[in-house]
């Protein structure tokens, strides 16, 4: 298929993405198709193209899944959150529908591919977010096993039963969770570390009233715009994680007897909060009562009070 059939049959069968052309030539490709119960396995090949799924694309089709790309023949890079993955024959990376995102393939290609629900791999966002930030090695070990088994399965599909199929895509994400799970990053993982690095600055820091957003682009010799895109798939800002730690930290002190000679200004200024007033805002904001509300709970030391008032998990765990 090619130009606008192929668009057409790829928007169908892949939730809205549009394949786009790489200079004069008109996309063109194939691709074959497995329903494994939860998961769906694909073989997908084509000419130099872009595959684009745009904000729009998943305000009119939305999407909960994530999709692996294995590569068969050739390389591709994928481009999601500011964050750039190449993918070369032999490797595999994990990219979410959820979000916008770009698929661009060089040359002549063919690839493998696994989609499957958010939920079924079975691993916790922050293991996930991670594995998105490179690719995998798939010519041995779990991911040569897990290649072998797409492969398989397309080519298989017209012999298989509802039931026989829906235990291979168990098999598949078994087999995914492993590749994941085991394999060395197949490339380093700055962005990673990186991440690890911020937040562990951020927590070193609290009580600096200056520690903010602008500060610790600056402290990581970068400007505030590479900041956000650093965590644009994380759970919250580095300004969200900033404010969470210190409130609690005000509030474990607001519940502690041995600080109760202490102003509650004197305790918001220990966590960076110079200004009672904006304090008194964010703690309303945040538990519904205000600072001497609160502290008053607390104090009272009653289980249920102690319980409502119990600290969240912090947004990066």
């Given at each position: 298929?090619?130009?606008?059939?192929?668009?057409?049959?790829?928007?169908?069968?892949?939730?809205?993405?549009?394949?786009?052309?790489?200079?004069?030539?008109?996309?063109?490709?194939?691709?074959?198709?497995?329903?494994?119960?939860?998961?769906?396995?694909?073989?997908?090949?084509?000419?130099?193209?872009?595959?684009?799924?745009?904000?729009?694309?998943?305000?009119?089709?939305?999407?909960?899944?994530?999709?692996?790309?294995?590569?068969?023949?050739?390389?591709?890079?994928?481009?999601?959150?500011?964050?750039?993955?190449?993918?070369?024959?032999?490797?595999?990376?994990?990219?979410?529908?959820?979000?916008?995102?770009?698929?661009?393939?060089?040359?002549?290609?063919?690839?493998?591919?696994?989609?499957?629900?958010?939920?079924?791999l079975g691993m916790r966002?922050?293991?996930?977010?991670?594995?998105?930030?490179?690719?995998?090695?798939?010519?041995?070990?779990?991911?040569?096993?897990?290649?072998?088994?797409?492969?398989?399965?397309?080519?298989?599909?017209?012999?298989?039963?509802?039931?026989?199929?829906?235990?291979?895509g168990d098999a598949g994400?078994?087999?995914?969770?492993?590749?994941?799970?085991?394999?060395?990053?197949?490339?380093?993982?700055?962005?990673?570390?990186?991440?690890?690095?911020?937040?562990?600055?951020?927590?070193?820091?609290?009580?600096?009233?200056?520690?903010?957003?602008?500060?610790?682009?600056?402290?990581?010799?970068?400007?505030?715009?590479?900041?956000?895109?650093?965590?644009?798939?994380?759970?919250?800002?580095?300004?969200?994680?900033?404010?969470?730690?210190?409130?609690?930290?005000?509030?474990?002190?607001?519940?502690?007897?041995?600080?109760?000679?202490?102003?509650?200004?004197?305790?918001?200024?220990?966590?960076?909060?110079?200004?009672?007033?904006?304090?008194?805002?964010?703690?309303?904001?945040?538990?519904?009562?205000?600072?001497?509300?609160?502290?008053?709970?607390?104090?009272?030391?009653?289980?249920?009070?102690?319980a409502a008032l119990a600290?969240?998990?912090?947004?990066?765990?």
């Amino acid at each position: 298929m090619k130009g606008d059939s192929w668009r057409a049959h790829v928007q169908s069968v892949f939730a809205g993405t549009t394949p786009e052309r790489v200079g004069t030539r008109e996309p063109l490709g194939n691709v074959c198709q497995a329903k494994l119960g939860l998961v769906e396995a694909f073989n997908v090949a084509g000419n130099p193209q872009v595959f684009v799924r745009s904000a729009a694309d998943i305000g009119r089709i939305g999407s909960d899944h994530l999709k692996v790309c294995l590569q068969l023949r050739g390389s591709a890079i994928v481009c999601q959150g500011g964050r750039e993955v190449a993918i070369e024959q032999g490797q595999l990376a994990v990219y979410d529908t959820g979000k916008p995102y770009s698929l661009s393939f060089g040359g002549m290609w063919s690839c493998a591919v696994l989609t499957l629900p958010r939920h079924a791999l079975g691993m916790r966002h922050q293991a996930v977010a991670a594995a998105m930030d490179h690719p995998f090695p798939a010519s041995d070990g779990a991911g040569a096993v897990l290649a072998e088994f797409l492969v398989s399965s397309v080519a298989q599909r017209d012999r298989l039963q509802l039931d026989t199929a829906a235990r291979m895509g168990d098999a598949g994400l078994a087999l995914l969770g492993a590749t994941l799970a085991n394999a060395e990053p197949a490339a380093p993982a700055p962005a990673s570390t990186l991440r690890l690095e911020i937040l562990a600055f951020v927590r070193a820091h609290l009580a600096d009233p200056h520690l903010s957003h602008a500060s610790v682009a600056a402290a990581h010799h970068m400007s505030a715009r590479t900041l956000d895109r650093l965590f644009a798939d994380e759970p919250c800002t580095v300004a969200d994680y900033i404010r969470h730690l210190r409130l609690e930290g005000v509030r474990r002190d607001l519940g502690d007897p041995s600080q109760a000679h202490r102003t509650i200004a004197s305790l918001a200024s220990g966590w960076g909060f110079a200004d009672p007033a904006h304090f008194s805002r964010l703690c309303r904001a945040k538990y519904g009562l205000s600072p001497s509300q609160l502290r008053a709970d607390l104090a009272a030391g009653s289980v249920a009070a102690r319980a409502a008032l119990a600290p969240e998990t912090p947004p990066f765990g």
